[in-house]
């Protein structure tokens, strides 16, 4: 019933934004701390932002600044803005509750040099 479905990668230049969709389960987004997470192959999978059901954020210092993590709870769904993107930033993106260890498939980002 729990269902998380990432969207809205893609290649982009240095420089460039996109904006990541996740689609929630009805409640979930407002009753749990949720995270982005990205990951590398052969990398560790790492959070990128977190929010809690009042709103409060974090960010990795890697991307803060640049990244804005945000939610609607009427459309249940989460995004993650990411502006100035690096080469860096290239990972597959992943939503998820915050210390959940199921995931699904993610969306790629690529950025190019």
């Known amino acids: 019933q729990e269902q998380l479905v990432e969207s809205g990668g893609g290649l982009v230049q240095a420089g460039g934004s996109l904006r990541l969709s996740c689609v929630a389960s009805s409640g979930l987004l407002k009753t749990n701390v949720m995270g982005w997470y990205r990951q590398v192959p052969g990398k560790q999978r790492e959070l990128v932002a977190t929010i809690t059901p009042v709103g409060s954020t974090n960010y990795d210092d890697s991307v803060k600044g640049r990244f804005s993590i945000t939610r609607d709870d009427a459309k249940n769904t989460m995004y993650l803005q990411m502006n100035d993107l690096k080469t860096e930033d290239t990972a597959v993106y992943y939503c998820?509750?915050?210390?959940?260890?199921?995931w699904g498939q993610g969306t790629r980002v690529t950025v190019s040099s």
């Open positions: 998820n509750r915050w210390r959940d260890d199921s």
